[in-house]
């Protein structure tokens, strides 16, 4: 008898709740994007870090084959701050940078940790859906910041091998070229 009540909400009561019809999803489509490149502004920010770390350990190895995939291995399992404690930990960070990246990690975890859930109220009102969305945009670009700044303390590192973002970025943008030439620009269009 419990396992069919169980079965009847799960059903009837819950399910329908948790699969958006037609209608719902469409509403939703821009709040579940803006979610999509907060959360990935939030790995963004994660990677770099990792990044950095990496390098300042392929440096103390003095260039040890193996140092940096170890250290990249070792920091990619880490929560973000757990990876600010460790940058902490090998190098002198001012207060008010520490402070700034205190900032981004509470808006990370405040992106990642339940923010659709706790505004699920407000995503069915029309203006709270745009409020919400207007949130996530702002959270995004404070935690983007962040990642700014921790991409030019990799930039310093970088430079003594001839590189940079800049650099890295250019290339991997003629890498996405070269494997993407022969891919429709519309995806809708090979159907």
């Known amino acids: 008898m419990a396992a069919a009540r169980l079965n009847t909400v799960l059903e009837h009561d819950i399910w329908p709740m948790t699969v958006p019809n037609d209608k719902v999803a469409d509403e939703l489509t821009p709040v579940f994007l803006e979610m999509g490149k907060a959360v990935y502004i ?80 407000r995503l069915a009102d029309p203006k709270g859906r745009l409020e919400v969305e207007e949130e996530l945009a702002k959270l995004k670009k404070e935690v983007k910041r962040r990642d700014v700044l921790v991409n030019k303390l990799l930039d310093t590192l970088l430079k003594k091998y001839g590189l940079s973002n800049e650099i890295l970025k250019r290339n991997a943008d003629r890498v996405w070229d070269h494997l993407n030439a022969d891919a429709p620009s519309d995806p809708s269009s090979t159907h």
Request: with cysteine; net charge negative; hydrophobic share 40%.
């Open 42 to 121: 939030c790995q963004c920010l994660e990677s770099s870090l990792c990044l950095l770390l990496a390098t300042m350990a392929h440096e103390a190895a003095r260039g040890e084959e193996g140092a940096f995939q170890a250290s990249w291995d070792f920091h990619s399992e880490k929560t973000l701050g757990n990876l600010l404690k460790l940058l902490r930990e090998q190098i002198e960070v001012p207060k008010d940078v520490d402070d700034y990246l205190r900032v981004g990690l509470k808006n990370r975890n405040e992106i990642v940790h339940g923010f659709l859930t706790k505004n699920a109220m």
